[in-house]
């Protein structure tokens, strides 16, 4: 079965529901939780933080359309802004045409940072006792309990270097954990706090902070699409360059063009259970590690005008552990994914990123970003003045056409609409009375 199906944002719910079921070969069961709206239950989520008093609700879409490597998904996205799952759909149909997105992966290795403190001149020769105990260090990782070292992960290297702070100068220690298909911070944290007594040991120095970096540096995901111009238009092909540049040569524009991409990423992450904050402080600080803020996207023509879009950016997602095996909505997002390693996701959320990008660039310099949101928005605003069912729709309707779209118009549009509803029901109750 394909992603690619006409019409279907369309479909009543309850037939988008029948299509993913038979895609993702979901159960009786998991359609019910989908259709329940609060998975989750006070039990589960007590269980999950702490202080709990209820949950709460974000509603759950899905990306149409993308075609990755060669291989289709559906992809599941739980965020409250509207359009971001429409544009993301559109901008992965219009990209089909060229084969889609292909993407690639590094290997899941993660980054955890010991702090040693000490004189300078000590610090130089801790850091050559570690560089010389290097072997050493990565025996001693392997013997700890851990499941990762049992399935061919474990510590893979073990680098130092000496910076300059407002303290005076610090060793730090990074060891580079390969976490296979988890996220990894819990995993990582746990092997820099058995780790450093060692540490201490052969140094002679004192470790302070131990724990996970969540700039994954080790852990970069790529994708890449081409959209025809004869598809999506020459003048849109300048637009998004005009937009692009714009982005990158300013770092007030370039917030927001990043923050684009994430739309599509936080997404994704929040529907399989992954730590989108963390995905986040990743994300902006690769875009600056250069020293400049940067775009996380690049874009180019190629010979034949066509436009090329590019992403990379570190992105430490996993399948297994922490919510993603507890929150039963992110194992049924995983299960519409269908995919088979965090490499694989993390592949997926860059092609989700990238097209996202792609969108609301597209959206900008065709017609400015309101005029997407327009239809959502004034559901919204129709929601908020308190209209309910075919009111929503009709009140919708009227403020686009007007050009009007606010809460006090939808409430006076409200009244109206509720005034010709009592008058209609009184006439009708006087015509029966006068029969």
Not at 215 to 244: C, M, P, S, T
């Given at each position: 079965m394909k992603s690619s199906i006409s019409g279907f944002h369309k479909l009543s719910m309850n037939k988008r529901l029948s299509?993913?079921?038979?895609?993702?070969?979901?159960?009786?069961?998991?359609?019910?939780?989908?259709?329940?709206?609060?998975?989750?239950?006070?039990?589960?989520?007590?269980?999950?933080?702490?202080?709990?008093?209820?949950?709460?609700?974000?509603?759950?879409?899905?990306?149409?359309n993308f075609l990755i490597n060669g291989k289709n998904y559906m992809v599941p996205m739980a965020i409250e802004?509207?359009?971001?799952?429409?544009?993301?759909?559109?901008?992965?149909?219009?990209?089909?045409?060229e084969g889609g997105f292909t993407a690639t992966s590094d290997p899941p290795v993660m980054i955890g940072q010991i702090q040693i403190l000490s004189s300078g001149r000590k610090l130089k020769k801790a850091a050559k006792i570690i560089h010389n105990n290097k072997e050493k260090i990565i025996a001693l990782a392997r013997k700890q309990d851990s499941i990762v070292n049992k399935i061919g992960g474990g510590l893979r290297d073990v680098e130092t270097r000496i910076i300059k702070t407002m303290l005076g100068k610090m060793l730090i220690v990074h060891l580079m954990v390969d976490v296979r298909d988890a996220m990894g911070a819990n995993l990582v944290n746990t092997l820099v706090?058995?780790?450093?007594?060692?540490?201490?040991?052969?140094?002679?120095?004192?470790?302070?902070?131990?724990?996970?970096?969540?700039?994954?540096?080790?852990?970069?995901?790529?994708?890449?699409?081409?959209?025809?111009?004869?598809?999506?238009?020459?003048?849109?092909?300048?637009?998004?360059?005009?937009?692009?540049?714009?982005?990158?040569?300013?770092?007030y524009r370039c917030a927001t063009h990043n923050k684009g991409i994430m739309n599509?990423?936080?997404?994704?992450a929040i529907a399989t259970g992954n730590d989108f904050r963390a995905l986040e402080a990743g994300a902006h600080?690769?875009?600056s590690i250069s020293g400049k803020y940067s775009p996380l996207t690049r874009y180019e023509k190629d010979k034949e005008g066509n436009l090329i879009g590019y992403i990379e950016m570190p992105i430490a997602v996993g399948i297994v552990g922490g919510a993603t095996r507890v929150n039963p909505i992110a194992k049924i997002s995983l299960k519409i994914l269908k995919v088979k390693r965090a490499q694989e996701l993390a592949e997926v959320m860059a092609a989700v990123g990238l097209a996202q990008n792609f969108a609301a660039l597209r959206a900008l310099a065709k017609e400015g970003i309101q005029r997407g949101h327009m239809k959502l928005h004034a559901n919204n605003i129709a929601i908020m003045a308190g209209a309910k069912g075919k009111e929503i729709e009709n009140i919708s309707e009227e403020m686009i056409e007007e050009k009007n779209?606010?809460?006090?118009?939808?409430?006076?549009?409200?009244?109206?609409?509720?005034h010709r509803h009592h008058e209609k029901k009184r006439k009708q109750q006087e015509s029966k009375k006068a029969k």
């Open positions: 299509l993913i079921k038979k895609f993702a070969s979901l159960t009786d069961q998991e359609v019910d939780l989908l259709k329940q709206g609060s998975a989750l239950d006070l039990k589960t989520a007590d269980m999950l933080i702490e202080n709990v008093l209820g949950t709460t609700q974000m509603p759950v879409g899905v990306a149409t802004e509207t359009s971001v799952i429409a544009a993301a759909s559109y901008a992965a149909k219009l990209a089909r045409p706090e058995r780790l450093s007594p060692f540490l201490e040991e052969i140094t002679g120095c004192k470790t302070r902070l131990r724990i996970v970096t969540n700039l994954a540096a080790k852990r970069i995901a790529k994708a890449r699409a081409i959209w025809n111009k004869d598809v999506i238009g020459e003048d849109i092909v300048n637009g998004i360059l005009e937009a692009y540049a714009f982005a990158a040569s300013d770092q599509g990423i936080d997404a994704v600080a690769y875009a779209i606010s809460i006090s118009r939808a409430r006076q549009l409200l009244h109206k609409l509720l």
